[in-house]
């Protein structure tokens, strides 16, 4: 069995270390280590860990900003933050902005290994039922997990709002789904100026679907948006 693959974004040289070699000692991780969350960014993008443990209070950049940035354009990387704040706010942001579980400090190493190892379990439980729900949408295949849209062989990777946007269209495919609900589902407003950006999403979607005249994205004035497959 592959070992799992943990990026550790933390600070304190001790604490990182101390957790590196439990981990290790275990021969079920490897784990790769950054102390502060831009390195840690690098890192997730160059060495594609299997899940990030971060600490939320770094200097450079902060846990809850390098995974506001990891969650633009992934959605599925389970993250576990370490936080000596125990603040509800604090706790309520780390989920809000995509964190999957919370650790307090000082925590016991059994109870982080437990942790990775239930949230990399619900991960791939999720992979295996996201795998088979490709969406067929006339000439085209799309892969919400990996948020790409094929056509033939030309692959195309969708921002993550796309994906999410496209993934709501599809689950309503041929019916209409109301442009309320979608703004409060991933905008998380319904003012203007996010109506404006909604539109501005739809005209990005239906450009890169323009390949096959069967697809099309109707306006339903006032109402919302109808993904129809001729």
């Known amino acids: 069995m592959d070992k799992i693959k943990v990026l550790l974004v933390e600070d304190e040289l001790t604490l990182s270390m101390i ?9 079920e991780f490897v784990v790769l280590t950054a102390g502060n969350g831009e390195t840690g960014l690098q890192k997730y993008h160059n060495l594609h860990p299997d899940i990030i443990v971060a600490d939320v209070m770094m200097p450079v950049m902060d846990g809850f900003e390098m995974v506001q940035q990891i969650r633009e354009t992934d959605t599925q990387i389970p993250v576990l933050f370490l936080t000596a704040r125990s603040a509800v706010d604090d706790v309520v942001e780390g989920f809000t902005i995509g964190g999957n579980d919370y650790l307090k400090k000082p925590f016991g190493m059994n109870e982080l290994i437990i942790r990775i190892k239930a949230l990399m379990n619900r991960a791939f439980q999720k ?10 949408i006339g000439s085209y295949t799309f892969d919400p ?16 709002r796309e ?8 689950d309503n495919k041929n019916h209409v789904l109301h442009t309320k609900t979608i703004l409060l589902e991933l905008w998380g407003d319904d003012d203007y100026f996010t109506t404006r950006s909604l539109h501005v999403f739809i005209t990005k979607l239906r450009q890169k679907l323009v390949k096959d005249p069967a697809v099309c994205i109707l ?4 109402i919302g948006y109808k993904l129809i497959v001729g």
């Open 163 to 170: 994906s999410e946007l496209l993934k709501r269209l599809c």
């Open 127 to 136: 992979t295996q039922i996201a795998t088979s729900n490709h969406f067929q």
């Open 19 to 27: 957790v590196k070699e439990t981990l290790e000692e275990k021969g």
């Open 219 to 222: 306006n339903v004035r006032g």
């Open 145 to 160: 997990v990996t948020q790409s849209l094929f056509f033939a062989e030309e692959k195309t990777i969708l921002s993550h």
